[in-house]
């Protein structure tokens, strides 16, 4: 195994268009998470996963964006009708609890570079 | 909400030397868990060191060590023998204990700049 891992790595699109990023997990890790990093910012949480369901949400995520895990493995996130402000990072991380259910790290993906023209 | 300030939007050192990162933030919560991440240029963020707020003790990684001072919210990173591979960027992040559900709420970053 060897970490999580995103596709594509880079993205450039048009205004107006849809996008899919990949995001497969550490294959033993049941929770999953999509954050987005701006320029000169910290990673903002867009939204988790436990196994399949999606249990949270941050208000960052318009309607326009919609993120699936289907079967608890991989998981998607889509973005349509891209806009300028949607050009980010989009990072992906797993996690699975420790003995004990403490919190474990979270386990970052390389990112997906979006860019919109 | 919580919130997570880094008030140092770079640092540099020279190598060799030490270095602390500060890091302060807000919470309405007893128990949760504090983190500095590591973002190297153009790669993956990882995990330099965690600590849980239930523990007095603070946490140390080889030449990573934290002082965390749970009653004034603070939390920063001690770097002791600078290298050269240490320069990146430097989250420093709040997690709740329930699970994680609400992902980590990161501050805006530390440049790090090692000085050879």
């Known amino acids: 195994d060897t970490g999580v891992s995103q596709n594509p790595r880079h993205k450039i699109t048009k205004r107006g268009q849809n996008v899919t990023f990949r995001c497969d997990p550490i294959?033993?890790?049941?929770?999953l998470y999509w954050y987005r990093q701006t320029l000169g910012q910290g990673p903002e949480f867009l939204t988790y996963f436990q196994n399949e369901a999606q249990l949270e949400k941050s208000r960052l995520l318009s309607d326009r964006f919609s993120a699936e895990r289907p079967k608890g493995s991989f998981s998607t996130l889509e973005i349509q009708r891209t806009e300028q402000g949607d050009s980010a990072m989009y990072l992906c991380?797993?996690?699975?609890?420790?003995?004990?259910?403490?919190?474990?790290?979270?386990?970052f993906g390389p990112g997906t570079r979006l860019t919109v023209l | 909400a919580q919130t997570v300030t880094q008030s140092q939007p770079e640092m540099s050192v020279q190598e060799a030397e030490t270095v602390t990162l500060s890091c302060t933030y807000d919470t309405s919560e007893s128990d949760y868990y504090l983190f500095w991440y590591k973002q190297p240029p153009s790669r993956q963020m990882i995990l330099v060191i965690r600590?849980?707020?239930?523990?007095?003790q603070n946490a140390t990684e080889n030449r990573f060590s934290v002082n965390f001072q749970k009653a004034a919210k603070s939390f920063s990173l001690k770097i002791s023998d600078s290298q050269l591979g240490d320069a990146a960027m430097y989250f420093c992040a709040w997690g709740d204990s329930g699970g994680g559900a609400d992902g980590l709420t990161f501050g805006k970053g530390t440049h790090l700049i090692i000085q050879p």
């Open positions: 991380a797993s996690s699975t609890p420790l003995a004990g259910g403490e919190v474990n790290e979270q386990f």
């Open positions: 600590q849980e707020a239930y523990k007095q």
């Open positions: 294959s033993e890790h049941n929770r």
